[in-house]
């Protein structure tokens, strides 16, 4: 068996989102993302996913290079190799992730978003060359599914008149009637039993009444709301206090750790989030502070995998819970969130997923969700397929795109259909 990696191929893509809206703006009718692929000497080949904005790319195309020659199975290697390449970072330091809503950006946070693509790749090239699903690499599984909340977002009908898009069948939820809709709508299809709210997009009391309505049309069901740090710390003890009673968590309603330990010290609503602990030197002052009480853990910008699992074992020492962020993604992701997800004992939130807003997909065969729930697949690797044809459709949509759509950016989306907008300031409310 030789697992000697002989080849790379990054196909960068261009995936249909719908017109969701938050506090920066809105979705862009394309969304980039970067397929990865690693092929070893005996032809077994291995995929990836993650983030394809420019920038990300910047960096896998060189990254991609020295990968040649190296083992699949030498998973630690791949942060030294990343260290290695060179990174411009005049471009990302202290730059806002704009598509991520996940704070400041830096050379670091960049180069892991990075490795994350290739370490799922190199561990479904080694679970397929050892016929072992993923989560067996990781240590095994402890459940047999994985439950996924339903993420509810302000919508549009659809993209601004004469914006090439995709249709979708979803329909405009501007106002408390349409986010309940747009949540039964959600239950019907995929069975899901809790809901996330995107907010930060309107005045706080339309929140507070959107949250309330679906607490009414589904009592007893967990109930999240998530504004991106839109709020001041007032408003966030406001809504906490108008909200306590129906919220399994508060997440990143207010921006920096120092105002999150404000809140947190005011009330007794748990506070989540993707935003303050986004890498490991992060945690000891949010944790010290008691700053969040569940982390949105994320693979996509943790580097991978593993290091998902490395985040869950801190947590779960310090007493603070552990759940799962999305963004934008495809079916590879979802396959390597649910194989990850399987292997940590106290999931006792369920992961956030955009996938059932994705309409396409680089996979023979999409992944299903059963009563809210992603069955961990026990065939080797992911368990997942790449249709190549599609994939080959959406390389072409990006290669026809002039650049406009390669960099994802809600502001600029926004200003298509209000040439005024401006990136709002925070604290928004």
Not at 81 to 101: P, R, T, Y
Not at 155 to 184: I, L, M, N
Not at 191 to 197: A, D, M, N, V
């Amino acid at each position: 068996m030789n697992l000697t990696i002989a080849e790379v191929r990054l196909t960068p893509i261009l995936v249909a989102d719908p017109p969701l809206l938050n506090t920066q703006g809105v979705h862009q009718p394309y969304t980039p993302r970067l397929i990865v692929e690693v092929v070893t000497a005996d032809g077994i080949t291995g995929v990836g996913e993650t983030y394809g904005d420019t920038k990300y790319l910047d960096l896998a195309r060189p990254f991609a290079e020295r990968l040649k020659g190296r083992r699949v199975s030498d998973l630690n290697g791949l942060f030294t190799v990343a260290d290695e390449v060179a990174v411009d970072a005049s471009e990302v330091e202290n730059a806002v992730d704009v598509g991520g809503l996940r704070g400041v950006q830096t050379a670091d946070k960049l180069r892991l978003s990075v490795v994350s693509g290739f370490e799922v790749a190199c561990l479904d090239a080694l679970g397929k060359a050892l016929g072992l699903p993923v989560h067996a690499l990781l240590g095994g599984k402890v459940r047999d599914a994985v439950e996924y909340s339903a993420y509810l977002f302000y919508k549009w009908a659809g993209h601004p008149e004469g914006v090439p898009a995709e249709q979708d069948d979803w329909g405009a939820a501007v106002d408390p009637a349409g986010v309940v809709e747009q949540a039964r709508r959600f239950t019907e299809r995929y069975g899901f039993t809790s809901f996330k709210l995107k907010g930060g997009v309107f005045p706080p009391d339309e929140e507070i009444a959107a949250v309330r309505a679906l607490a009414e049309a589904f009592p007893g069901h967990p109930l999240r709301l998530d504004p991106n740090g839109a709020w001041s710390v007032e408003t966030s003890l406001r809504v906490a206090e108008e909200l306590g009673d129906v919220l399994e968590y508060l997440e990143d309603p207010t921006l920096g750790t120092s105002a999150m330990a404000e809140v947190a010290a005011k009330t007794g609503v748990p506070l989540a989030t993707n935003m303050c602990v986004t890498t490991f030197a992060e945690i000891k002052e949010a944790f010290t502070k008691d700053a969040v009480q569940v982390v949105l853990s994320d693979h996509h910008y943790w580097g991978g995998l593993r290091n998902t699992q490395q985040l869950a074992a801190v947590c779960r020492a310090f007493g603070v819970g552990v759940s799962m962020h999305s963004n934008t993604h495809l079916g590879v992701s979802l396959a390597a969130m649910t194989h990850v997800a399987a292997t940590v004992p106290d999931l006792h939130h369920a992961c956030d997923s955009h996938y059932p807003w994705q309409s396409e997909d680089v996979l023979t065969e999409r992944l299903a969700f059963e009563g809210g729930r992603v069955a961990v697949s026990d065939a080797p690797g992911l368990g997942v397929e790449l249709d190549r044809e599609r994939l080959a459709v959406l390389h072409r949509r990006w290669l026809a795109d002039d650049g406009a759509l390669r960099d994802r950016d809600d502001a600029a989306a926004m200003r298509i259909a209000d040439p005024r907008w401006v990136t709002p300031s925070v604290p928004r409310w």
